[in-house]
């Protein structure tokens, strides 16, 4: 089992500088594979970012990349989420998901726990 919960959302103006965090408890963290969700009102949940169990490989959705860094620190248990230069469609509720296998997928349906989301806040 691994349980999750993010924090580090908020308001932030068009071209601001937001980090993510994604805590999480359990013993399998370190050999999971981690990515970032979103959902805004009334769209589907959508690929942002992932990382392989180790931090050697990165994925990004084009939306964000170049723009977007998705990060993890093993000895703190924690995965993170730099996002720069935000534009307003990227507001959303944000979700850290654990998939329990070492490569990583855009795939949602690849990735096991979910946390409870973070909300993030673009205005123009």
């Known amino acids: 089992q691994v349980q999750l919960v993010e924090s580090g959302g908020g308001l932030v103006q068009a071209g601001g500088s937001l980090r993510l965090s994604c805590a999480a408890s359990?013993?399998?963290?370190?050999?999971?594979?981690m990515g970032w969700f979103r959902q805004a009102p009334g769209k589907e949940r959508e690929f942002v970012a992932a990382i392989s169990w180790s931090g050697g490989s990165t994925y990004y959705s084009d939306s964000v990349k170049g723009r977007f860094t998705i990060s993890r620190d093993n000895a703190k248990n924690t995965v993170y989420l730099q996002m720069n230069s935000l534009k307003p469609e990227d507001t959303a509720v944000y979700y850290c998901?654990?998939?329990?296998?070492?490569?990583?997928?855009?795939?949602?349906?690849?990735?096991?726990?979910w946390g409870q989301g973070a909300q993030v806040t673009v205005s123009s």
């Open positions: 998901a654990a998939r329990p296998r070492r490569t990583v997928t855009p795939t949602k349906g690849d990735y096991e726990y």
């Open positions: 359990g013993r399998t963290f370190s050999t999971s594979a």
